[in-house]
Structures are given as structure tokens and as C-alpha cells.
């Protein structure tokens, strides 16, 4: 294993120029008269995950220095729909981004810093230098740490200015609902939706817009209790429990809380709300605290130095095993945006978008304690069909079961409508050798088994292509679509999120249309049917409302082509032949790699066309790699995934050993990176992208 660290020269910051600003009072801000700050600039763009994350991993240290440190978001789009104005603001707002963000369209700024990739965060100090560059997430305890070393040196120096910056807050927003995420038909006729905006549930009656009540305090956190003490942040999906299960457990709905990282679940006849699945903090690809450890919990209590992980189900202890199945409350999880019940597995299943996965939470299995697991995807984020084990997702969003058992899925990032095929026991048990009556059998063989779900893609082309074309499924395009719903024909409706619009799939003739257009961001749907109509409830997230519109009584919708886009980034120009990829990576000041558990790093690289790299292409442990480019293709994306684990310093005592109880806390730093080449003769002949450097 080794690293390759790139000191940056001495390089002042570029000024930073876009469309506009917002949360400056309509002000213009310029590097100039931030002369005396530490500036972070954050690269994003409002449908990435790893953004979000970001935005979260940035609060803490945004409060505790907001004399010293101006945090600038540089909102530099991938979809179509991120370009609009107005759609940026309604994302600041929603996502509650308390910091100046500069608007750039164009890519003005991001080509200006070289970024690569969402995101990408950049650190310059109180004199306008660039001290550090950084891509993707996990980077929070790093950038801590150089902030208080960078307000400590230009204090001595005399050249740190402490006071308010530029960030104007917005005019507090009022209604009954603030970017309603997701929403349930309840039992009693109702209408739960997940208040994404207002960290908390509203029951609404009927009609759609009568609260009825709110389950949730309103303020951001993980709290469990009564309906008005409990917390959530930005839920999004809900599911309603079997009935047969709803006693036993003592919950009927199950929610996704996406930031906070769990699974809640929600007894409907008092209110109140408990946490379910989860730790409340984030699993991190390949990071080594993702299980439990002994002493752990929500409280984040100290943990003793020296703790072991908790016992998978087969009882075996040690970091995560993907094979493996958890108790529910001693994995961590990342962002699951949606849950829908499988009746062929009796698990629910969990679209997690924050790591391109889809899982299984079994809430009866061991007594009602539940069990968690792994149901498909590698985490790699792209579209690759097939067996679970093997499948590529980005960003799973919508989930929705047909009466046939099959399992619908909105994939936002890839734009695409994708399906999940599930084995019934039986079928599996056979194959396995195991009795599909024992009470375990169900948890044995989601456990143990890659071939109980199989995926397919109805439409979708991957990441970098998108739009609004209806036709035939291979040629149609959705635009990050968020969610999905079987209507009574057995056909599907999508939320096509960035197109404001209402989408059809006939699997029986493999054509997509166009049911409604012109909706402010609908990121759910609800079928409704009574008196042979049928009427779609819209969850229209934008506009904070609820929507009902009818279907037409062919349910055909209309056929529209608004054009076919791509991801526009500049490509970089590479020689064919020899190329050196460098990913610097440097640990955070009083942090050092963390080798415990083997390789504290790793780099995988890739390429479409895979022709592209006629040598370099895999896995490896170190953060550099000699590449072969193919002379005799013109163009491509080379994708780069890159991880640096490292822990804290552990504090020595007098007699020079550690300190035996403190436990160094430990750090996980990864990204993706797709970037587009162009080989040319005289193309570069070396890459560098920055991991932390």
C-alpha cells in the first residue's frame, strides 16, 4: 500500500463568477472582501447524494466557526432541471442551506478550480491561497481540523479577521406542508405524508389538504417518544406494516428517515415513533465501523477502548459482511429514501440511496428484534442489470409492488424505471436444501443467497443520459424520477421528478407516455380508484401540496418528445499510450491512515468503452496507477473510485503508551469519478484527482 500526496504550490484563489447568488440579500460576493476568512467553497449539485451528505458533514463545523469560516456553495448543475433559477432556490431552501450560494450554470467557476467531480470541496486560507482540494465525501473531520489550524496560524499572523459574512438568511417560509416527500393511504382514509421540509409527519384528511395531526416536533434530530417530542430529519418514504404484524411489533408504518440514517416506525393510534433499523450514523463504503460496537449507541456515548464489533446473526464479529445478515438497531445505514413490503420474501425492502443498494429489513426476525441485510447492488453507482449480488444502482429512490410480487424501482441518478424479480422461498429453498417451513427459513435464505432477486431495467440509459421522450421503453427518457406506482392494469406511473411530469410503462407493450405535465417536482404518487375512475394523488414537492388528477379513461396518456440530453462536462484531453493517474490523499491534521484492518486505501478503475484502456483497468491498494489508453478510440469516460480510511491520534501518556481509554474515532474518504477523455495527439499524459491534497 502506499499514497501519492500532491503539495500544491502557492496559488491564489480565482474569483468566483456564476449567474448569481442567493442567500446574500441579492448581494455579489466577491474572494476580495472575504480577505481575512478561511473559505471553504463546496462544488454541488442538488440531486447528488454525496452532496447532501456533504451539506450535513459541513453544519457542524459552519456553527461552531461562523466568525471565522464562510462556507460557499458553487452550485454547478448535471441535470437540465438543476439549470433553472428557480429550482436551485426551491433546493437551498429545501435542504436548508444556511450559506452563500453562487449560482454557475455555465461551469464558469468549477473549470476555474479544475473540479472533477460532485463533490468537490476546495479550502482557501484568510490570505486567498489554495491550501486544499477535496472530492467526495467524508471529509468532515478533515476539513475541522484544517479550519482550526488555519484560524490558529493567521491569528498568530495577524491576518485572520473574526466577524459575521455574507450569508443572509431567507424570509421564513409558512403552510401546512414544506417539500412533502412522500406519501401512504392510511387504513382509516386518510393521507400520511412524509413533511420532508418540517422534519416531521402530517396526517391529512381525505381531501388532501386538512391536517389532521403531526407526528414529529418539527425540529431536525433522532428523538423517539410522542408525537410531539419526537424528531426526524427530511423523511421521505412510508409504508404501512402488514396487518397480521402490526400488534406483535407495535408500530403499523415504517418511515425512511433519510438523514438521519434509520428506520422509524410509527404506531398510528397515539403517535408515537420509534427507531427501528439503524444507528443514526452513516454507513460508509469500505469504512471499518459501518456494524455496531460493544457500547455504542444513539446517545454517542463514549465507547471503551478496545470494543468489538456485535455479532452478525451467525454470530461471527467483525466489520461488515455483505453476506451477512445484522440486528436491525447495530448496522449503519445510508440514506434510505423509500420502503415498500415484498409479499414474496415477507421483508420490506429499503432503497438506499445513499450508498446505490437496495436491502431487506425482516422487523419479526429474532423475537421482533428485526434483522437487516443486504438485498442487491455492490455499491458501485451505475446501471447494471442482472443478479442481485452483481447489479449497479444510483441513487434508488421510488419503490412499488405489483400484484404479482415484482417489485418497481425509480433509479434517480440513472434516470430509469427498473424492476426487481423475486425468488419465492420454495423456489430458492429447493435449490438450497433447506425446509421452507422452518421459522428461520425466509431470514436463512435472504442471508445466504444472491439469487433471490434478479434486475432488470425497463427504461433508462445510465448516467449521463436523460430527457423526455416517450415511445418505445429502449428509446424513451425519464429525468431523475424519484417515484413509482402499479396502476389496476398492471401498467406503471412514474414521478419523473425534473421533467414535472407524470409518466406511463406498459409492460405489455413496451411503450412509454406522457399522463401529466407541467407538476412542480412530483417526487410520489398515490393511486386512487372508486367508481371505475381513476385519479392519481401527486405528491407535487416543490409547490408543498398534494395534487389529484384524473387519468384519462384509456389510461394511454399522450406521446411527447422534449429531446434527449447528456451530462454536459468538459472533456480532458489525454495522449494515447501511457497515462499516470494520481489520487492524492493526505490524512487530517492529528489523524494517520488506518491499516487495523488491512489496506487503509484503495483504487478501482474503469472505463466505457471498456476498449478504452487496453491496460490498467481493477482494483489495487494504491492511490496511483499506470494506465495504457487505446489510440484507436476517440473518446470515453474513465471511472475512478478511490477510498483512504484514517483514525484519529491516539494520545500518549507519560509512560509512552496509549492512552487506554480513548478510542480513535475513524474516518472514511471516498468518490466515484466519471470523467470524460478525449484522445488527441497531444493530450496530457498524466491525471491527477484529488482525494484530499
Avoid at 479 to 505: E, F, I, M
Avoid at 542 to 565: F, K
Avoid at 572 to 586: H, K, M
Wanted: proline share 7%.
Amino acid at each position: 500500500m502506499s499514497t501519492s500526496v500532491q503539495n500544491f504550490p502557492r496559488v491564489r484563489a480565482s474569483e468566483l463568477v456564476g449567474r448569481g447568488w442567493l442567500n446574500t440579500g441579492g448581494r455579489t460576493v466577491t474572494l476580495s472582501e472575504l480577505r481575512g476568512k478561511v473559505v471553504v467553497l463546496d462544488f454541488w449539485t442538488f440531486c447528488c447524494i454525496n452532496c447532501l451528505h456533504v451539506l450535513d458533514e459541513l453544519r457542524e463545523v459552519e456553527e461552531q466557526h461562523r466568525d471565522e469560516l464562510v462556507i460557499i456553495g458553487v452550485h454547478s448543475p448535471k441535470f437540465e432541471h438543476e439549470a433553472d433559477p428557480a429550482a436551485l432556490a426551491a433546493a437551498v431552501e429545501r435542504y436548508e442551506v444556511r450559506h452563500p450560494v453562487l449560482d454557475d450554470p455555465e461551469l464558469v467557476t468549477w473549470g476555474a478550480y479544475t473540479a472533477r467531480a460532485w463533490p468537490t470541496l476546495v479550502v482557501i486560507d484568510p490570505e486567498g491561497y489554495i491550501v486544499a482540494q477535496m472530492a467526495g465525501e467524508g471529509h468532515g473531520s478533515a476539513i475541522a481540523a484544517l479550519v482550526s489550524d488555519l484560524i490558529a496560524e493567521h491569528a498568530l499572523k495577524g491576518t485572520l479577521h473574526r466577524g459575521s459574512g455574507p450569508y443572509v438568511p431567507p424570509a421564513p417560509a409558512s403552510g401546512t406542508l414544506r417539500f412533502p416527500a412522500k406519501a401512504l393511504a392510511l387504513p382509516n382514509g386518510n393521507v400520511l405524508v412524509a413533511d420532508a421540509g418540517h422534519h416531521s409527519l402530517a396526517e391529512l384528511g381525505p381531501d388532501g389538504e386538512t391536517l389532521v395531526r403531526r407526528i414529529g416536533s418539527g425540529e431536525r434530530g433522532l428523538v423517539d417518544g410522542g408525537p410531539g417530542e419526537a424528531r426526524f430529519s427530511e423523511p421521505n418514504g412510508l409504508c404501512l406494516v402488514p396487518e397480521d404484524l402490526r400488534d406483535s411489533l407495535g408500530y403499523d408504518v415504517v418511515v425512511a428517515d433519510t438523514v438521519n440514517h434509520a428506520l422509524r416506525g410509527v404506531r398510528l393510534s397515539d403517535g408515537a415513533v420509534y427507531t427501528v433499523a439503524g444507528t443514526g450514523q452513516q454507513f460508509m463504503v469500505g469504512g471499518q465501523e459501518n456494524v455496531a460496537l460493544e457500547g455504542e449507541s444513539l446517545a454517542g456515548d463514549p465507547i471503551p477502548r478496545g470494543a468489538q464489533f456485535v455479532p452478525n446473526i451467525s454470530g461471527k464479529a467483525g466489520p461488515f459482511d455483505p453476506t451477512e445478515a445484522y440486528l436491525a438497531r447495530q448496522l449503519r445505514l445510508s440514506s434510505p429514501w423509500d420502503v415498500e413490503w415484498s409479499d414474496v420474501h415477507s421483508v420490506f425492502v429499503v432503497a438506499m440511496a445513499g450508498n446505490h443498494t437496495l436491502w431487506s429489513f425482516d422487523p419479526a426476525a429474532l423475537g421482533g428484534s428485526g434483522s437487516v441485510r443486504l438485498l442487491a447492488g455492490t455499491m458501485n453507482e451505475g446501471l447494471e442489470d442482472g443478479p442481485g449480488a452483481g447489479a449497479w444502482f444510483a441513487q434508488p429512490s421510488g419503490l412499488a409492488q405489483a400484484s404479482d410480487g415484482t417489485v418497481w424501482l425509480a433509479d434517480a441518478e440513472t434516470s430509469a424505471l427498473r424492476r426487481l424479480v423475486l425468488s419465492p422461498v420454495s423456489d430458492v429453498s429447493e435449490e438450497l436444501d433447506v425446509d421452507p417451513d422452518a421459522p428461520d427459513t425466509v431470514h436463512l435464505l435472504n442471508a445466504s443467497s444472491s439469487e433471490t432477486v434478479v434486475i432488470e431495467t425497463a427504461v433508462g440509459q445510465g448516467l449521463f443520459d436523460f430527457g423526455h421522450r416517450d415511445g418505445a421503453a429502449d428509446q424513451a427518457l425519464l429525468q431523475h424520477p424519484l417515484g413509482v406506482a402499479v396502476l389496476p392494469d398492471g401498467s406503471v406511473v412514474v414521478a419523473d421528478t425534473y421533467n414535472g411530469a407524470l409518466r406511463r410503462y406498459d409492460p405489455a407493450s413496451g411503450e412509454v407516455t406522457t399522463l401529466a405535465k407541467d407538476l412542480a417536482e412530483p417526487s410520489d404518487v398515490l393511486v386512487e380508484v372508486a367508481d371505475d375512475a381513476v385519479h392519481l394523488l401527486v405528491v407535487e414537492s416543490a409547490a408543498h401540496r398534494l395534487t389529484r388528477v384524473a387519468l384519462p379513461a384509456t389510461l394511454a396518456g399522450e406521446v411527447l418528445d422534449g429531446g434527449a440530453h447528456k451530462v454536459a462536462r468538459p472533456a480532458t484531453d489525454v495522449g494515447s499510450g501511457a497515462l499516470r493517474l494520481d489520487v492524492p490523499f493526505a490524512p487530517a491534521p492529528g489523524q494517520k491512515l488506518d491499516d487495523r484492518w488491512g489496506p487503509s486505501t484503495s483504487l478501482q478503475v474503469s472505463a466505457t468503452p471498456p476498449e478504452l484502456l487496453l491496460s490498467g483497468a481493477g482494483s489495487g491498494t494504491d492511490l496511483f496507477r499506470d494506465l495504457v489508453i487505446n489510440p484507436d478510440v476517440a473518446e470515453g469516460i474513465l471511472h475512478v473510485t478511490a477510498k483512504a480510511a484514517s483514525c484519529d491520534q491516539v494520545p500518549l501518556l507519560p509512560n509512552g503508551e496509549p492512552d487506554p481509554d480513548v478510542f480513535p474515532a475513524c474516518h472514511l474518504a471516498q468518490q466515484d469519478w466519471g470523467v470524460p477523455v478525449r484522445v488527441v495527439p497531444d493530450g496530457d499524459a498524466g491525471l491527477t484527482l484529488p482525494l484530499r491534497g
